[in-house]
């Protein structure tokens, strides 16, 4: 009589150098299209999204059992970019379970995890390659990326956190990162 | 009123080619006379010991909340050696809480995550550079060098996970990894 159920260990490549995760089983791809209602200009995303909807990014998972106690893991590709001087992101999300952290290795590229709570307060973190980010429990985060090459990081996060993307839908971020001139602004 | 006390983000150095974590919290040493009970050959053991003592692994972390939610990471240095032949290895655990998975990525060396349930299943999981082994809840899991160089990896697992090496220190694991002649066995 088995106890529980036993989960087999399995191994899986990354090229450190690429970023590049082989054998995802979950590839997920977010164009353009995807990121309505999240840049500050809204006309300057819908000219890119008629200008061909380009990709925005890609995550790539191992699958494992979204239950307590496991760790789901996966690659982030941000593409670089900006609208209308806004840096390309990622939507952002809360866990929906809350109390729940995200670990971010960056491998590839430059930006910034933008991070905030429902309370109001916004932290934002560099990262480049060999940058580990902690993404405590409770913060809403999104990738944003401020380099010239796509935003590549490693994530591990409890399988069982689940995704609210609708609360940073409705509330945003209470900051916004443009490039301009070259420059990186936080405002 | 807070909800629940918020955990402030923070960002920290990995120097991916050699595995150095920047400015760790903690920093745990074994030596070869922490692994009594563990080899084969307890005698070659004691020579080890008496030879000096010499430093068998390392582990480097960063310190968060030991709760619920939250994920602890760090990096493991373990030493190239054999005790007669058989391969450095850490004393290996299970969890405290043992339905809790870790994620190890390799960043350097050669050797194998050696895992166990206990129902007496038993696996290893090549490592080297690049390669990310998952081991799953409910399985011990033991790093173990087979290379000329440290085995380093960057650990993920949940914060509250805690470790039992009570049980392995009981038990051992059912196989042993050997270095003969330039080959490995796994016996």
């Known amino acids: 009589m ?3 159920s036993i989960y087999e260990p399995f191994g899986v490549d990354l090229d450190l150098v690429q970023g590049i995760l082989r054998e995802p089983d979950n590839h997920l791809i977010r164009k353009a299209s ?3 209602g999240h840049y500050a200009d809204a006309k300057a995303l819908d000219d890119l999204i008629h200008q061909g909807d380009p990709l925005h990014y890609e995550v790539f998972e191992k699958e494992v059992p979204q239950a307590y106690g ?3 893991f996966g690659i982030s590709k941000l593409q670089p970019g900006t609208v209308n001087g806004e840096c390309f992101m990622t939507k952002g999300h809360y866990h929906a379970i809350p109390e729940t952290a995200e670990v971010y290795l960056c491998l590839c590229g430059k930006g910034y995890m ?4 429902t309370e109001g307060e916004c932290r934002a973190e560099y990262m480049e390659r060999g940058r580990i980010v902690y993404v405590p429990p409770y913060w809403a985060h999104r990738s ?3 380099g010239s090459e796509p935003l590549t990081t490693l994530f591990i996060y409890p399988a069982d956190a689940g995704h609210n993307y609708g609360d940073i839908e ?3 971020f209470p900051k916004r990162i443009y490039l ?8």
Chains 1, 2 share one sequence.
């Open 170 to 172: 409705q509330e945003g």
């Open 2 to 4: 088995e106890k529980h």
């Open 70 to 72: 496991h760790l789901m």
């Open 114 to 117: 933008l991070m905030k709570t």
């Open 144 to 146: 944003v990326n401020v």
């Open 180 to 187: 301009r001139h070259g420059k990186v602004e936080i405002v």
């Open 34 to 36: 995807s990121m309505k």
